[in-house]
């Protein structure tokens, strides 16, 4: 089945840097890549996703890039702010089985002062 | 519209017993999956629900078992509880599941703890 591996597992930085999360995946059929936002004790929240049949996708300071040949896509955040702090997971799955998301482990994002 | 809704929010069990957890999706949406997020192994899926019949099923025991009513609510159940089972479960909705790029949308969450 399908694999998802991201990295790192905690990142931290300064208000205003820019923070890249990166994921990479097994089966090649996958064709939707989905990142979630988790805050303590809340729900995952979808912030921006991506298909196969884009490259790269903006809103606002996020953005998501997809290197289909290398099978991995990266989450890129700019001018972070104390708000971005949270879990962000990325996912992965294909058509026939779209509500089967795989997940990778999670990074922890903490924006300092 | 509403979001996906879970009940209960909190839980606790003993070790052996049963657990009913109940979820309401998003208006429309047709399609239910579950999942169990603990620290050591993540959000892991546990089996999707569509019309009523379940349509993919991740790797968990037979003592997880779920099923959807003719107004897509859906309830998980767990049997002869383990101290592992402890968890956060979540519900997700969407209005396929089939194609991909649906937005999958998640609910607050169910937390189980097991005594």
């Known amino acids: 089945g399908e694999n998802v591996e991201q990295h790192p597992s905690t990142l931290s930085v300064q208000e205003g840097d820019s923070a890249v999360i990166k994921c990479t995946y097994s089966d090649s059929a996958s064709n939707y890549f989905p990142w979630y936002k988790q805050e303590l004790g809340k729900r995952p929240q979808l912030i921006i996703d991506?298909?196969?049949?884009?490259g790269e996708k903006k809103d606002q300071r996020i953005a998501v890039t997809l290197n289909k040949t290398a099978k991995h896509f990266s989450l890129h955040i700019t001018e972070t702010q104390p708000e971005d702090s949270a879990v962000y997971f990325c996912?992965?799955?294909?058509?026939?089985?779209?509500?089967?998301?795989?997940f990778g482990t999670g990074t922890r994002l903490q924006v300092t002062l | 519209k509403a979001g996906v809704t879970q009940t209960p929010r909190y839980l606790i069990k003993t070790r052996g017993q049963q657990v009913t957890l109940s979820c309401s999706p998003i208006s429309g949406h047709r399609s239910v999956s579950w999942y169990q997020q603990t620290p050591g192994q993540g959000l892991q899926f546990l089996f999707e629900?569509?019309?009523?019949?379940?349509?993919n099923k991740g790797n968990f025991p037979g003592r997880f078992s779920g099923r959807q009513f003719s107004n897509s609510r859906s309830e998980m159940n767990v049997s002869t509880l383990e101290l592992g089972d402890s968890a956060l479960y979540l519900c997700?909705?969407?209005?396929?599941?089939?194609?991909?790029?649906?937005?999958?949308?998640f609910g607050e969450g169910s937390w189980l703890t097991v005594v």
């Open positions: 996912a992965a799955s294909m058509s026939g089985t779209a509500s089967k998301l795989t």
């Open positions: 629900y569509f019309s009523e019949t379940q349509r």
């Open positions: 991506i298909r196969s049949n884009v």
């Open positions: 997700a909705s969407s209005s396929d599941g089939y194609l991909s790029g649906n937005t999958i949308y």
